[in-house]
């Protein structure tokens, strides 16, 4: 998204819209792709990234109900499920390791990647996709 308008002289409003979105991220994770694309524009964005924010915001307006709720009653307990889809690209022979966590009922964190390195077993397979769930653990830690 290489913006043709025209550079914004203050950028300060636009900065302070991504924080606002980058803050909605917690509870609204549908829109964390579009968030991390507008966030690298907040050195010189122009009208057209400025645009882009005000669709963001309209897709939220529409989708005022939609989000990850947590109750006060229910238990903040985490799980997470992995697996690795072995050798499953029959082009590169790379794995594909797949994860998701869960707080109480709603999902907080999810990924489905291309292992970087083409593993010669299940078991090898299986070790990279545990170190990348460790550096997520990490992160969630």
């Not at 991220?25 to 882009?52: E, N, W």
């Not at 499920?81 to 109480?104: E, H, I, K, M, Q």
Request: hydrophobic share 40%; proline share 3%.
């Amino acid at each position: 998204m290489h913006g043709s308008g025209a550079p914004l002289r203050d950028p300060t409003l636009y900065c302070q819209l991504v924080g606002y979105l980058v803050y909605l991220t917690v509870t609204r994770p549908d829109i964390a792709y579009v968030v991390h694309i507008v966030s690298q524009f907040m050195v010189a964005p122009c009208s057209d990234h400025y645009a882009a924010i005000f669709c963001i915001f309209r897709y939220l307006k529409g989708t005022m109900f939609h989000g990850v709720y947590f109750s006060s009653k229910s238990s903040l307990v985490l799980q997470g499920y992995f697996d690795v889809d072995w050798d499953g690209d029959l082009a590169d022979r790379r794995s594909t390791t797949t994860y998701c966590f869960f707080l109480s009922n709603s999902i907080i964190s999810w990924c489905s990647k291309k292992q970087s390195l083409t593993s010669r077993s299940s078991t090898e397979s299986e070790y990279r996709a545990i170190t990348d769930i460790i550096q997520v653990l990490l992160w969630l830690h």
